[in-house]
C-alpha cells in the first residue's frame, strides 16, 4: 500500500512558487491499479518519485507497506562509472537477491554485447533505456510505477522479451501510471485520480477522471 496523509509539496521556480501537492490524502492498494491524469508541467514526474521514496514531502506523511518499484526508465540509482554488471550486482544487494541471477537477467534482456562490462556513462540513451527496464524487471515488485515521460527504447527485440515479461508480472502486480493523456492509463488502470493545482482528486473510473479532466482543461 501507499498511502499520503495530508501531504505538501512545492518548488521554488525564482520567480513564484509552484505548488504540486497542497494537503493531498490518498491511498493506493494493491489489487487495484491505479492513473493520474495531470497536464504537462503539473508534477506528474516529482508525484511518482516520492510514491518511491525518491523524493520526500514539504509537509505531510508518505506510508509505504509494499514493494515498490523505482520509476521505469529512472537511472538514478546506477553510477555511471561503473559497468552493467557491476551495477546489477549492487541492485542485487540492495534488493537481498542472487547477485549471479540479476546479472544473468540483466545481461540476457540488454542484450547489448561487451558493453554489459563497460561502464554505463559510455552507453547510448537507447542502451541506458534498456538497461534501467532490465533492473526494473529483474526485481518482483508489488507495485510498480510507470512515468509517461520516461525514457524508451526503439530496440524491437528488446521491446518483444520486455513486454512478454511485464506483462506477466502486472497481471499480478499493482500498476500507478501518470500521464497527461487517458489513452495511455487505459492500458492499466480502470479507476484513476485527477491532479491539478496542486488538489488530487480520486474518482471510481477512469471514464469519471477523463470527463472531469477535459472539463478543466477546457475551462
Known amino acids: 500500500m501507499i498511502e499520503f496523509v495530508n501531504v505538501s509539496k512545492s518548488f521554488w521556480t525564482g520567480r513564484q512558487r509552484k505548488v504540486i501537492l497542497d494537503r493531498a490524502s490518498f491511498r493506493v492498494t ?21 510514491m518511491a521514496g525518491l523524493e ?3 509537509e505531510g506523511e508518505i506510508r509505504r507497506s509494499s514493494r515498490i518499484s523505482f520509476p521505469l526508465g529512472f ?9 552493467g554488471r557491476e551495477n546489477a550486482r549492487f541492485i542485487a544487494r540492495l534488493y537481498r537477491l542472487d547477485p549471479d541471477y540479476v546479472e544473468a537477467f540483466c545481461r540476457w534482456m540488454c542484450d547489448i554485447g561487451d558493453y554489459f562490462d563497460m561502464p ?22 508489488d507495485i510498480y510505477l510507470i512515468d509517461e515521460g520516461m ?12 513486454g512478454r515479461i511485464l506483462r506477466d508480472r502486472l497481471e499480478r502486480a499493482t500498476v500507478v501510471i501518470v500521464s497527461h493523456q487517458a489513452e495511455t492509463l ?16 480520486m474518482f471510481d473510473s477512469l471514464e469519471e477522471a477523463k470527463a472531469v479532466y477535459d472539463y478543466e482543461a477546457q475551462g
Open 30 to 50: 494493491p489489487g487495484r491499479s491505479t492513473g493520474i491524469l495531470a497536464a504537462n508541467g503539473t508534477g506528474k514526474t516529482t508525484l511518482i518519485n516520492m
Open 56 to 58: 520526500k514531502a514539504d
Open 75 to 83: 537511472m538514478g540509482g546506477v553510477v555511471n562509472r561503473h559497468s
Open 120 to 141: 554505463v556513462g559510455t552507453y547510448s540513451q537507447g542502451m541506458r533505456a534498456r538497461f534501467s527496464l532490465a533492473l526494473m524487471l529483474a526485481v518482483e515488485f
Open 151 to 162: 525514457p524508451a527504447t526503439t530496440d524491437v527485440a528488446f521491446n518483444r522479451r520486455a
Open 186 to 201: 487505459e492500458k492499466f488502470a480502470r479507476s484513476a485520480a485527477v491532479l491539478r493545482g496542486g488538489r488530487l482528486t
